[in-house]
């Protein structure tokens, strides 16, 4: 009798912790799909070998003609470079970088990037800067620009469909503003189109002044 219910005991504790281990690796398999974009070897050897020259390692690129790619959103980032590749956004220099590369190397360097943490920032010219936070909090009501901050975010950090553009490179961004202007930002430029064609050569440097010391 007692044999009989100790083994019915122990018959269930071995059901339960088989359930828990079960439900154990279920939680586990998020955790170990995300792992899957840390960057194995190849895509760190391309990140060094290529990407560097021109972004840094950690996406802080030194020339400010190069976008700085640290804590830039990893959707935004491997959309880009899709677009790239695929020719959607026009760049001779980019698409070479990326011709050869699959989506899952694109995931994972766009994870390597976004996860990179950003440096400090100054600006240069403070009253320019000041007439650019007037921009980029209330936009210029007279000409109908919309303020920045209300798709970019109150401090420019964006969201996953939008890029952040706190601490970006005045240089970049000027360039970005004139392309989406004239529309030779080739891949979904309708948005940016309506706003850079209205900003005048002032309020183009004076938004991208501001934001450019934003952290
Ligand atoms: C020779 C310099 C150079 C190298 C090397 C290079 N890039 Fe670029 N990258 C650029 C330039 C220039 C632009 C701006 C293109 C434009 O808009 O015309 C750019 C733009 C980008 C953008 C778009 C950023 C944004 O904010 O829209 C991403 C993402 C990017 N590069 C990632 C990479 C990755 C990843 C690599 C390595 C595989 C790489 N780049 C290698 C010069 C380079
Ligand atoms: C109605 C929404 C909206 C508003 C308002 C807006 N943007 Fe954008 N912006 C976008 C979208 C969407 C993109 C991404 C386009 C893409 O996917 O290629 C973008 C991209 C950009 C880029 C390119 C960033 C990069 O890394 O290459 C710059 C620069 C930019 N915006 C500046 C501004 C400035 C400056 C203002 C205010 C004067 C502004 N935006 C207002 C929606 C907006």
């Not at 976004?114 to 600006?123: E, H, L, P, T």
């Not at 401090?155 to 000027?174: D, E, I, M, V, W």
Request: aromatic share 6%; hydrophobic share 40%.
């Amino acid at each position: 009798m007692l044999l009989t219910s100790l083994f019915t005991i122990t018959n269930h504790l071995m059901k339960i912790s088989a359930l828990l281990v079960a439900l154990c690796w279920m939680s586990m398999s998020p955790v170990q799909a995300a792992d899957a974009k840390v960057p194995g070897k190849r895509v760190m050897d391309i990140v060094e070998s290529r990407c560097a020259l021109c972004h840094g390692r950690e996406g802080e690129s030194a020339s400010a003609i190069y976008p700085r790619l640290a804590a830039q959103h990893p959707d935004y980032l491997a959309k880009q470079l899709k677009d790239f590749r695929d020719g959607r956004r026009k760049s001779e220099t980019m698409a070479d970088m990326v011709k050869d590369l699959s989506d899952q190397e694109i995931a994972e360097l766009a994870a390597w990037f976004s996860s990179r943490a950003v440096s400090a920032r100054r600006v240069g010219d403070t009253e320019l800067a000041a007439v650019g936070k007037y921009i980029f909090n209330k936009g210029n009501p007279y000409s109908g620009v919309a303020a920045c901050t209300s798709c970019h975010g109150a401090k420019g950090y964006g969201t996953h469909q939008l890029p952040r553009l706190a601490g970006q490179h005045s240089a970049y961004l000027q360039t970005q503003l004139m392309e989406f202007s004239k529309r030779e930002r080739t891949n979904d430029n309708a948005i940016m189109h309506s706003i850079a064609s209205k900003l005048t050569e002032l309020e183009a440097h004076a938004v991208t002044t501001y934001i450019g010391g934003l952290e």
